[in-house]
Protein backbone atom coordinates (compact mmCIF):
# COMPACT_ATOMS: atom_id res chain seq x y z
CA UNK A 1 0.00 0.00 0.00
CA UNK A 2 1.22 3.45 -1.02
CA UNK A 3 0.70 6.68 1.08
CA UNK A 4 1.35 10.21 -0.06
CA UNK A 5 1.52 13.63 1.16
CA UNK A 6 -2.57 13.63 1.25
CA UNK A 7 -2.79 10.38 3.19
CA UNK A 8 0.01 11.66 5.39
CA UNK A 9 -2.00 14.00 6.43
CA UNK A 10 -5.19 12.45 6.60
CA UNK A 11 -3.51 10.14 9.06
CA UNK A 12 -2.17 13.38 11.45
CA UNK A 13 -6.00 14.28 10.93
CA UNK A 14 -7.48 11.29 12.10
CA UNK A 15 -5.48 11.06 15.64
CA UNK A 16 -6.75 13.20 18.81
CA UNK A 17 -4.81 16.43 18.81
CA UNK A 18 -4.75 16.97 22.79
CA UNK A 19 -1.06 18.15 22.55
CA UNK A 20 2.46 17.26 20.78
CA UNK A 21 3.11 14.60 23.13
CA UNK A 22 0.03 12.66 22.46
CA UNK A 23 -0.07 13.68 18.76
CA UNK A 24 4.18 12.01 18.29
CA UNK A 25 2.38 8.96 20.89
CA UNK A 26 -0.49 8.50 18.42
CA UNK A 27 1.80 8.41 16.02
CA UNK A 28 4.00 5.86 16.66
CA UNK A 29 1.14 3.61 17.55
CA UNK A 30 0.09 3.83 14.67
CA UNK A 31 0.96 0.94 11.46
CA UNK A 32 0.32 3.39 8.58
CA UNK A 33 2.43 5.59 9.68
CA UNK A 34 5.61 3.13 10.08
CA UNK A 35 4.74 1.98 6.75
CA UNK A 36 4.25 5.32 5.44
CA UNK A 37 7.93 6.15 7.41
CA UNK A 38 9.10 3.24 5.34
CA UNK A 39 8.16 4.58 1.63
CA UNK A 40 10.23 7.80 0.82
CA UNK A 41 10.52 6.99 -2.86
CA UNK A 42 6.57 7.55 -2.67
CA UNK A 43 7.00 11.42 -1.89
CA UNK A 44 10.48 11.56 -3.93
CA UNK A 45 8.56 11.29 -6.79
CA UNK A 46 5.63 13.75 -5.73
CA UNK A 47 8.10 16.04 -4.63
CA UNK A 48 9.97 15.97 -8.45
CA UNK A 49 6.79 16.21 -10.03
CA UNK A 50 5.64 19.30 -8.41
CA UNK A 51 5.65 22.86 -9.56
CA UNK A 52 6.61 21.73 -13.42
CA UNK A 53 5.23 23.73 -15.63
CA UNK A 54 2.23 22.12 -17.59
CA UNK A 55 1.34 21.98 -21.16
CA UNK A 56 -2.02 24.03 -22.71
CA UNK A 57 -4.97 21.54 -22.73
CA UNK A 58 -8.09 22.06 -24.80
CA UNK A 59 -11.35 21.82 -25.29
CA UNK A 60 -12.93 18.61 -26.48
CA UNK A 61 -14.27 20.42 -29.24
CA UNK A 62 -10.70 21.14 -30.39
CA UNK A 63 -9.84 17.90 -30.69
CA UNK A 64 -8.23 16.77 -34.24
CA UNK A 65 -11.02 14.63 -36.32
CA UNK A 66 -7.81 12.41 -36.86
CA UNK A 67 -4.64 11.94 -35.11
CA UNK A 68 -1.84 11.57 -37.53
CA UNK A 69 0.76 8.94 -36.89
CA UNK A 70 4.38 9.77 -36.03
CA UNK A 71 7.64 7.55 -36.31
CA UNK A 72 8.03 4.08 -37.31
CA UNK A 73 5.35 1.80 -38.93
CA UNK A 74 3.78 -1.02 -36.18
CA UNK A 75 5.84 -3.30 -35.22
CA UNK A 76 5.47 -6.15 -37.83
CA UNK A 77 6.39 -9.42 -35.51
CA UNK A 78 4.38 -12.18 -34.87
CA UNK A 79 3.24 -12.11 -30.99
CA UNK A 80 2.62 -8.53 -31.73
CA UNK A 81 0.58 -9.04 -34.43
CA UNK A 82 -0.91 -12.16 -32.52
CA UNK A 83 -1.64 -10.05 -29.71
CA UNK A 84 -3.29 -7.42 -31.35
CA UNK A 85 -5.85 -10.25 -33.03
CA UNK A 86 -6.55 -11.30 -29.62
CA UNK A 87 -7.85 -7.92 -27.29
CA UNK A 88 -3.51 -7.51 -26.82
CA UNK A 89 -4.05 -11.01 -24.36
CA UNK A 90 -0.59 -11.72 -23.49
CA UNK A 91 0.95 -8.25 -23.74
CA UNK A 92 2.47 -7.37 -20.55
CA UNK A 93 4.60 -4.21 -19.71
CA UNK A 94 7.74 -4.51 -18.04
CA UNK A 95 9.38 -2.42 -15.29
CA UNK A 96 12.62 -3.04 -13.69
CA UNK A 97 16.22 -1.96 -13.31
CA UNK A 98 16.73 -0.10 -10.33
CA UNK A 99 13.31 -0.84 -8.48
CA UNK A 100 12.58 -2.29 -5.21
CA UNK A 101 9.97 -4.13 -6.91
CA UNK A 102 9.92 -5.22 -10.61
CA UNK A 103 6.39 -5.86 -12.12
CA UNK A 104 4.88 -6.73 -15.40
CA UNK A 105 1.27 -5.24 -15.97
CA UNK A 106 -1.36 -6.85 -18.27
CA UNK A 107 -3.79 -3.34 -19.51
CA UNK A 108 -6.80 -4.70 -17.04
CA UNK A 109 -4.30 -4.14 -14.56
CA UNK A 110 -2.88 -0.79 -16.29
CA UNK A 111 -6.65 0.10 -16.51
CA UNK A 112 -8.22 -0.68 -13.14
CA UNK A 113 -5.33 -1.23 -10.64
CA UNK A 114 -4.55 2.87 -11.04
CA UNK A 115 -6.37 5.94 -11.01
CA UNK A 116 -7.75 6.65 -14.45
CA UNK A 117 -5.86 10.42 -15.58
CA UNK A 118 -7.08 12.08 -19.06
CA UNK A 119 -5.55 14.99 -20.70
CA UNK A 120 -6.57 16.84 -24.25
CA UNK A 121 -3.08 17.66 -25.36
CA UNK A 122 -1.19 18.95 -28.22
CA UNK A 123 1.14 16.39 -29.68
CA UNK A 124 4.14 18.56 -31.82
CA UNK A 125 6.00 16.82 -34.33
CA UNK A 126 9.88 17.86 -35.01
CA UNK A 127 8.50 18.00 -38.60
CA UNK A 128 6.19 20.93 -38.13
CA UNK A 129 2.86 19.57 -37.51
CA UNK A 130 0.40 19.44 -34.76
CA UNK A 131 -2.51 17.56 -33.58
CA UNK A 132 -5.07 17.64 -30.31
CA UNK A 133 -5.62 14.52 -28.66
CA UNK A 134 -7.75 13.36 -25.72
CA UNK A 135 -5.13 10.87 -24.27
CA UNK A 136 -6.06 8.47 -21.43
CA UNK A 137 -4.00 6.47 -19.12
CA UNK A 138 -2.27 5.78 -16.12
CA UNK A 139 0.64 8.30 -14.47
CA UNK A 140 3.97 7.39 -14.94
CA UNK A 141 4.86 8.48 -11.87
CA UNK A 142 2.09 5.87 -10.37
CA UNK A 143 3.37 2.93 -12.07
CA UNK A 144 6.82 3.77 -10.92
CA UNK A 145 5.77 4.53 -7.47
CA UNK A 146 4.20 0.97 -7.42
CA UNK A 147 7.55 -0.34 -8.25
CA UNK A 148 9.59 1.73 -5.97
CA UNK A 149 12.20 3.60 -7.02
CA UNK A 150 15.75 3.31 -5.50
CA UNK A 151 17.54 6.36 -4.34
CA UNK A 152 20.37 5.88 -7.02
CA UNK A 153 17.96 6.16 -10.07
CA UNK A 154 18.45 9.05 -12.17
CA UNK A 155 16.71 7.96 -15.47
CA UNK A 156 13.64 6.23 -17.14
CA UNK A 157 14.39 3.95 -20.39
CA UNK A 158 11.79 3.04 -22.58
CA UNK A 159 12.05 -0.34 -25.01
CA UNK A 160 9.96 -0.45 -27.52
CA UNK A 161 8.42 -2.70 -30.23
CA UNK A 162 8.78 -0.74 -32.74
CA UNK A 163 11.97 -0.74 -35.47
CA UNK A 164 13.65 1.82 -38.06
CA UNK A 165 12.92 -1.10 -40.51
CA UNK A 166 16.94 -2.05 -40.45
CA UNK A 167 16.45 -4.07 -37.29
CA UNK A 168 17.02 -1.23 -34.68
CA UNK A 169 14.40 -1.22 -31.87
CA UNK A 170 12.91 2.58 -30.50
CA UNK A 171 13.76 3.50 -27.14
CA UNK A 172 13.79 6.68 -25.61
CA UNK A 173 14.31 7.92 -21.91
CA UNK A 174 13.11 10.97 -19.59
CA UNK A 175 15.18 11.98 -16.34
CA UNK A 176 13.44 11.03 -13.29
CA UNK A 177 11.82 14.45 -12.95
CA UNK A 178 10.59 14.65 -16.40
CA UNK A 179 8.97 10.82 -15.81
CA UNK A 180 7.15 12.75 -12.46
CA UNK A 181 5.82 15.18 -14.18
CA UNK A 182 1.96 15.03 -13.76
CA UNK A 183 1.10 15.49 -17.63
CA UNK A 184 3.42 12.13 -18.38
CA UNK A 185 0.83 9.56 -19.17
CA UNK A 186 0.92 5.83 -19.96
CA UNK A 187 -1.52 6.23 -22.51
CA UNK A 188 -3.80 3.29 -23.35
CA UNK A 189 -6.87 5.64 -24.65
CA UNK A 190 -6.73 8.18 -27.41
CA UNK A 191 -10.21 9.69 -28.38
CA UNK A 192 -11.90 7.28 -25.84
CA UNK A 193 -11.32 4.14 -27.88
CA UNK A 194 -8.23 2.02 -27.06
CA UNK A 195 -5.35 4.10 -28.88
CA UNK A 196 -5.19 2.62 -32.53
CA UNK A 197 -2.42 0.69 -34.01
CA UNK A 198 -1.24 3.40 -35.84
CA UNK A 199 -0.74 5.51 -32.89
CA UNK A 200 1.27 2.76 -31.01
CA UNK A 201 -1.39 0.57 -29.52
CA UNK A 202 -1.64 -1.09 -26.75
CA UNK A 203 0.63 1.25 -24.95
CA UNK A 204 2.23 4.49 -25.64
CA UNK A 205 4.04 7.51 -22.96
CA UNK A 206 2.63 10.53 -23.95
CA UNK A 207 4.48 13.82 -22.85
CA UNK A 208 2.85 16.56 -24.46
CA UNK A 209 5.75 19.23 -22.69
CA UNK A 210 8.02 17.83 -25.64
CA UNK A 211 8.37 17.51 -29.16
CA UNK A 212 6.77 14.10 -30.18
CA UNK A 213 9.81 11.99 -31.00
CA UNK A 214 9.85 11.80 -26.96
CA UNK A 215 6.67 10.34 -26.38
CA UNK A 216 7.47 6.63 -27.52
CA UNK A 217 4.97 4.19 -29.08
CA UNK A 218 4.67 0.38 -28.68
CA UNK A 219 6.39 0.21 -25.36
CA UNK A 220 7.34 -3.17 -23.76
CA UNK A 221 9.77 -2.09 -20.84
CA UNK A 222 10.72 0.52 -18.96
CA UNK A 223 13.78 0.09 -17.60
CA UNK A 224 15.06 2.33 -14.36
CA UNK A 225 18.65 3.35 -14.41
CA UNK A 226 21.14 5.32 -12.38
CA UNK A 227 22.88 6.72 -16.17
CA UNK A 228 22.94 6.47 -19.84
CA UNK A 229 25.37 5.90 -22.23
CA UNK A 230 27.19 2.53 -23.18
CA UNK A 231 24.21 -0.07 -24.52
CA UNK A 232 21.78 3.30 -23.87
CA UNK A 233 23.63 5.62 -26.45
CA UNK A 234 22.67 9.09 -25.52
CA UNK A 235 19.68 8.17 -24.80
CA UNK A 236 17.05 7.46 -27.70
CA UNK A 237 16.76 6.44 -31.28
CA UNK A 238 16.57 10.15 -32.51
CA UNK A 239 19.24 11.38 -30.02
CA UNK A 240 21.63 9.36 -31.45
CA UNK A 241 21.16 10.37 -35.03
CA UNK A 242 21.92 13.68 -33.47
CA UNK A 243 18.61 15.27 -31.94
CA UNK A 244 18.42 16.80 -28.62
CA UNK A 245 17.70 14.64 -25.57
CA UNK A 246 15.90 17.26 -23.78
CA UNK A 247 12.85 18.51 -26.43
CA UNK A 248 10.69 20.73 -24.41
CA UNK A 249 7.96 23.56 -26.46
Known amino acids: MKYGRRTFLGLVATLPLAGCASLATSLNDHPGFHRFLLLPETLDLAILG ?27 DPEYRRWSRNGWRGYRLVVDGL ?10 MLRHAFIRRTQITRHDCVEGWSVIGEWSGVRLADV ?9 ARYVVFHCMDTDGGGTYYYESLSLKQAAHPQALLAYDLNGKPVPIKNGAPLRLKVPTQLGYKSAKYVKRIEVVAALGGPLGRGGYWEDQGYEWYAGI
Open 99 to 108: VRLPRSYDLA
Open 144 to 152: LNDCGVRPE
Open 50 to 76: AGQPLAREYRPQDISPDFRANGFDPPS
